[in-house]
């Protein structure tokens, strides 16, 4: 299957700093990539839908400018968490689609980001 | 009502045994329908996708869907403590927006 790697695995950052997050599709051109917050035994929530070239589109209730996207590749896409907030510590996913008769979505590994 | 309905358990079989995991759905234009494992703190992998009805088999693994009773299904046969996991149920329209079920948690006892 499509190879989706992200980057860091994890990160512990101090309160009020930002951090970047990395989403890379290795083997495809990934022309919409998701990005999706986890709770422990919770599902997957949608932040927000990524496209190449363009603003990304957010969920309702997600900030846009806590949570910054950026996909300016075919294989890249980046979340950035500005102003880090304890609360903000979580499981989160990248999820980049596969264009074609599959037309399905491959995860990364994830990362989990704790704010102290 | 939500899109897809998923039974979260817990789920626990002894090795060996049959698994059935199900999802119900609401939006008779689902047409792509996946199955994601997921292990703890990893993000999930895609074990089988089924496009429109009908079933699909991969080693242990079968999806079966039933369009008419909107109903999505994965058998996992001769169950190993390896699939321990939870099992994500996913479908979309037309590939550009998904839509998960809150995951079903299964443990399989050696």
């Known amino acids: 299957g499509a190879v989706v790697s992200q980057h860091p695995s994890r990160v512990i950052c101090k309160s009020g700093t930002s951090v970047k997050i990395e989403c890379r599709s290795l083997d495809f051109q990934a022309t919409t990539m998701f990005w999706y917050r986890q709770f422990p035994k919770q599902s997957l929530m949608l932040m927000a839908t990524s496209n190449e070239g363009s603003k990304a589109t957010y969920e309702q209730g997600v900030e846009k400018d806590k949570f910054l996207i950026n996909h300016a590749s075919l294989t890249l896409s980046t979340l950035t968490v500005t102003s880090a907030h304890p609360e903000d510590s979580s499981f989160y996913i990248c999820?980049?689609?596969?264009?074609?008769?599959?037309?399905?979505?491959?995860f990364g590994e994830g990362s989990w980001l704790t704010v102290v | 009502q939500k899109e897809v309905e998923q039974d979260p358990g817990p789920l626990s079989v002894p090795e060996g045994a049959i698994v059935s995991l199900n999802c119900t759905y609401s939006?008779?234009?689902?047409?792509?329908f996946m199955w994601y494992r997921q292990y703890s703190r990893k993000g999930p992998e895609l074990l089988m996708y089924?496009?429109?009805?009908g079933n699909k088999e991969d080693g242990r693994f079968t999806a079966q869907v039933d369009k008419s009773s909107k109903y999505i299904s994965l058998f996992i046969r001769d169950s190993q403590p390896s699939d321990s996991a939870t099992y994500l149920c996913?479908?979309?329209?037309?590939?550009?927006?998904?839509?998960f079920g809150t995951g079903t948690s299964l443990t399989v006892i050696p």
């Open positions: 999820s980049a689609r596969v264009r074609g008769p599959g037309n399905t979505i491959y």
């Open positions: 089924t496009y429109s009805s």
């Open positions: 939006n008779s234009a689902f047409q792509y």
């Open positions: 996913a479908m979309s329209v037309a590939g550009n927006q998904f839509y």
